[in-house]
Nanobody, 120 residues
Framework: QVQLVESGGGLVQAGGSLRLSCTAS????????MGWYRQAPGKQRELVAT???????NYADSVKGRFTISRDNAKNTVYLQMNSLKPDDTAVYYC??????????????WGQGTQVTVSS
């Protein structure tokens, strides 16, 4: 089985920065896309950013220009650099990976979530 472990969340003032990390462990043949999602209280989970195996990125309009997603394939790790944080960015952030455990079986895995709180 594959496990995703996130780190880097916390409390920060508006305008500040945080860097989230998410590392996959277990039996992994290959990881395709990696991404970050978030869920604020009373709201549905929403996409924040994704990055393909080739390095193509996609961002939610609300974070464009402030957040940067990157990946280190050798470490099975995805990062989310968050700058110019706003109170509206407060949410639980989840990492997501589409990974093959064997060449023909692909699964979607989720991390346990890490809380990001931005104070005004």
């Amino acid at each position: 089985q594959v496990q995703l472990v996130e780190s880097g969340g916390g409390l920060v003032q508006a305008g500040g920065s945080l860097r989230l990390s998410c590392t996959a462990s277990g039996v992994i043949f290959r990881i395709d896309s990696m991404g970050w999602y978030r869920q604020a209280p009373g709201k549905q989970r929403e996409l924040v950013a994704t990055i393909s195996s080739g390095g193509n990125t996609n961002y939610a309009d609300s974070v464009k220009g402030r957040f940067t997603i990157s990946r280190d394939n050798a470490k099975n790790t995805v990062y989310l650099q968050m700058n110019s944080l706003k109170p509206d960015d407060t949410a639980v952030y989840y990492c997501n990976m589409e990974a093959y455990t064997i060449p023909t079986l692909r699964y979607v895995f989720w991390g346990q979530g890490t809380q990001v709180t931005v104070s005004s």
